[in-house]
């Protein structure tokens, strides 16, 4: 392993996101250093994100409504990858995900899956609308603001198609909720009307308001529509829900306790309001109701009663979060099967010792057996990944006497072969894959520890780097339900 007192490590990581309107790219470099003390374990983290390209900004590629042009996507990618004088090879990390509206089209899943494993060894591969808002919100600086202003902050991302709230406190997510509000929600072309989406068709119908495909794009119709947009954000924001805003509503209410002090608004249409790009020619002009949208936005007095931060990035929030934020590092004190990796989408069960080694021993199976009902639920041998926190103080044959339950309990898997994955609060994880090992499991072994999760997460563990330590995203879905 090398020693990181010594010598640093650098990884690759790019972020993707293909959104209702527009599609970028950021290529960011990870340093990896050890700090923790060299009398301490070894703690290994990422200590600087350089970024070393940005995209311009590309309208996202359709064949028509419904389907996205896939080997339209690529060639940007691989056009972008030149321009940056990075390979897909060299792609160590990094998070490709499909946005807003663009998540419904009908080959969606099939363009990530092939585009993670053509264009890089992405640990994301998709991200529901909660995770994009949340990954959102650490792009636009709105996370860190959370911590130095301890204020109750609400990120608003909208794009396209929807708008992505995650709402944060001293760096906590208190909650998530997303909204169809966005700019090409009514689309425009030789100065009528486009197109209409469903959702604004159903609100249109609710409100009886006579508003058609073919009308003038300059329709005082439309101002209404956004009108209602901004102040059904405004008690969402406030969690008034009234039964008119279920319309607007993608998946669940929103479900932060707290009052929302200060707004951050990001995406495309935060772009139109704060117009944060140096260049603005390089930003793609779309015939929809963006910039009506972010007028309103500005001037609805319900959204002007919260403070407004600015952020430090807007239309290219996700993309920045995406690429800069999702990855953690695990090593040092880890025991991998370099074979098995990547291993994407493992869900994470949490099992609590209470520092009490012998009665965690006595629940082990039953909890399990939770485990398995959970996440493969049908028995088609979906595995986890098993999070075991609060151990106690530990000698050799503690050691030995866990290791063993282990090996048990994973038996009773319904497809006992598959990898046993485990996560360690502490430092346990070298000791107790090896120990493992020692004892002959049949089964391949994922050991970390170092990375923070928590029950419900879904977890991403890329290939083992040259120093032995593996990348890991954490996807905190804990509120998608859609």
Same mark, same amino acid.
């Given at each position: 392993?090398?020693?990181?007192?010594?010598?640093? /490590?650098?990884?690759?990581?790019?972020?993707?996101?293909? #959104?209702?309107?527009?599609?970028?790219?950021?290529?960011?470099?990870?340093?990896? $250093?050890?700090?923790?003390?060299?009398?301490?374990?070894?703690?290994?983290?990422?200590?600087?994100? /350089?970024?070393?390209?940005?995209?311009?900004?590309?309208?996202?590629?359709?064949?028509?409504?419904?389907?996205?042009?896939? =080997?339209?996507?690529?060639?940007?990618?691989?056009?972008?990858?030149?321009?940056?004088?990075?390979?897909?090879? *060299?792609?160590?990390?990094?998070?490709?995900?499909?946005?807003?509206?663009?998540?419904?089209? *009908?080959?969606?899943?099939? $363009?990530?899956?092939?585009?993670?494993?053509?264009?890089?060894?992405?640990?994301?591969?998709?991200?529901?609308?909660?995770?994009?808002?949340?990954?959102?919100?650490?792009?636009?600086?709105?996370?860190?603001?959370? =911590?130095?202003?301890?204020?109750?902050?609400?990120?608003?991302?909208?794009?396209?198609?929807?708008?992505?709230?995650?709402?944060?406190?001293?760096? !906590?997510?208190?909650?998530?909720?997303? +909204?169809?509000?966005?700019?090409?929600?009514? !689309?425009? /072309?030789? /100065?009528?009307?486009?197109?209409?989406?469903?959702?604004?068709?159903?609100?249109?119908?609710?409100?009886?308001?006579?508003?058609?495909?073919?009308?003038?794009?300059?329709?005082?119709?439309? *101002?209404?529509?956004?009108?209602?947009?901004?102040?059904?954000?405004?008690?969402?924001?406030?969690?008034?829900?009234?039964?008119?805003?279920?319309?607007?509503?993608? #998946?669940?209410?929103?479900?932060?306790?707290?009052?929302? &002090?200060?707004?951050?608004?990001?995406?495309?249409?935060?772009?139109?309001?704060?117009?944060? !790009?140096?260049?603005?020619?390089?930003?793609?002009?779309?015939?929809?109701?963006?910039?009506?949208?972010?007028?309103?936005?500005?001037?609805?007095?319900?959204?002007?009663?919260?403070?407004?931060?600015?952020?430090?990035?807007?239309?290219?929030?996700?993309?920045?979060?995406?690429?800069?934020?999702?990855?953690?590092?695990?090593?040092?004190?880890?025991?991998? =099967?370099? =074979?098995?990796?990547?291993?994407?989408?493992?869900?994470?069960?949490?099992?609590?010792?209470?520092?009490?080694?012998?009665?965690?021993?006595? &629940?082990?199976?039953?909890?399990?057996?939770?485990?398995?009902? +959970?996440?493969?639920?049908?028995? !088609?041998?979906?595995?986890?990944?098993?999070?075991?926190?609060?151990?106690?103080? +530990?000698?050799?044959? &503690?050691?030995?006497?866990?290791?063993?339950?282990?090996?048990?309990? +994973?038996?009773?898997?319904?497809?006992?072969?598959?990898?046993?994955?485990?996560?360690?609060?502490?430092?346990?994880?070298?000791?107790?894959?090896?120990?493992?090992?020692?004892?002959?499991?049949?089964?391949?072994?994922?050991?970390?520890? *170092?990375?923070?999760? &928590?029950?419900?997460?879904?977890?991403?563990?890329?290939?083992?780097?040259?120093?032995?330590?593996?990348?890991?995203?954490?996807?905190?879905?804990?509120?998608?339900?859609?």
């Amino acid at each position: 392993m090398i020693n990181f007192n010594q010598k640093k /490590e650098t990884i690759i990581s790019a972020g993707i996101d293909i #959104g209702t309107s527009t599609t970028k790219l950021i290529i960011s470099r990870f340093s990896l $250093m050890n700090t923790a003390g060299t009398t301490h374990v070894p703690r290994i983290e990422i200590i600087d994100k /350089e970024i070393i390209y940005k995209s311009p900004i590309f309208r996202t590629p359709l064949k028509n409504t419904s389907t996205i042009h896939v =080997s339209e996507i690529e060639k940007i990618i691989r056009t972008e990858y030149a321009k940056a004088g990075i390979k897909s090879n *060299q792609i160590e990390t990094g998070a490709v995900i499909i946005t807003g509206e663009t998540a419904t089209k *009908q080959n969606a899943r099939e $363009m990530l899956h092939y585009l993670s494993d053509e264009v890089g060894d992405f640990l994301v591969a998709t991200a529901g609308p909660d995770l994009e808002g949340i990954i959102a919100a650490k792009g636009s600086g709105a996370y860190e603001y959370s =911590s130095r202003s301890k204020k109750v902050i609400a990120n608003i991302d909208i794009g396209g198609g929807t708008a992505n709230i995650a709402v944060y406190k001293d760096r !906590e997510l208190l909650g998530t909720c997303t +909204m169809h509000i966005g700019g090409r929600l009514i !689309e425009f /072309e030789d /100065e009528k009307i486009k197109s209409i989406s469903p959702p604004v068709q159903r609100l249109l119908e609710s409100q009886g308001i006579s508003l058609h495909i073919g009308d003038s794009k300059t329709s005082s119709e439309i *101002q209404l529509v956004v009108q209602f947009m901004a102040e059904s954000l405004s008690r969402i924001l406030k969690n008034e829900v009234n039964e008119i805003d279920q319309l607007l509503l993608l #998946g669940h209410s929103p479900n932060w306790k707290e009052a929302v &002090d200060t707004i951050v608004l990001s995406g495309g249409i935060a772009e139109c309001v704060y117009n944060h !790009e140096v260049n603005a020619k390089q930003i793609a002009k779309y015939d929809d109701i963006g910039q009506e949208l972010a007028r309103e936005l500005q001037r609805n007095e319900s959204l002007r009663s919260f403070t407004w931060f600015e952020p430090i990035e807007t239309v290219r929030a996700t993309v920045l979060g995406a690429g800069t934020q999702t990855t953690e590092i695990s090593g040092a004190t880890i025991q991998v =099967s370099p =074979s098995d990796l990547p291993l994407k989408n493992v869900p994470v069960y949490s099992f609590n010792f209470h520092s009490n080694l012998q009665q965690g021993l006595a &629940d082990f199976d039953e909890e399990i057996r939770k485990a398995i009902d +959970m996440y493969d639920a049908t028995r !088609e041998g979906q595995n986890f990944a098993l999070y075991i926190s609060e151990l106690p103080y +530990m000698g050799f044959r &503690d050691i030995q006497k866990l290791s063993k339950a282990i090996i048990q309990v +994973m038996e009773k898997r319904p497809e006992p072969l598959l990898p046993i994955v485990l996560v360690l609060q502490t430092d346990h994880a070298k000791v107790i894959g090896q120990t493992l090992l020692a004892m002959r499991v049949r089964q391949s072994v994922i050991c970390i520890d *170092q990375v923070s999760v &928590d029950h419900g997460d879904y977890m991403d563990i890329g290939k083992a780097l040259d120093s032995g330590v593996v990348p890991v995203v954490v996807k905190t879905l804990t509120f998608h339900s859609s």
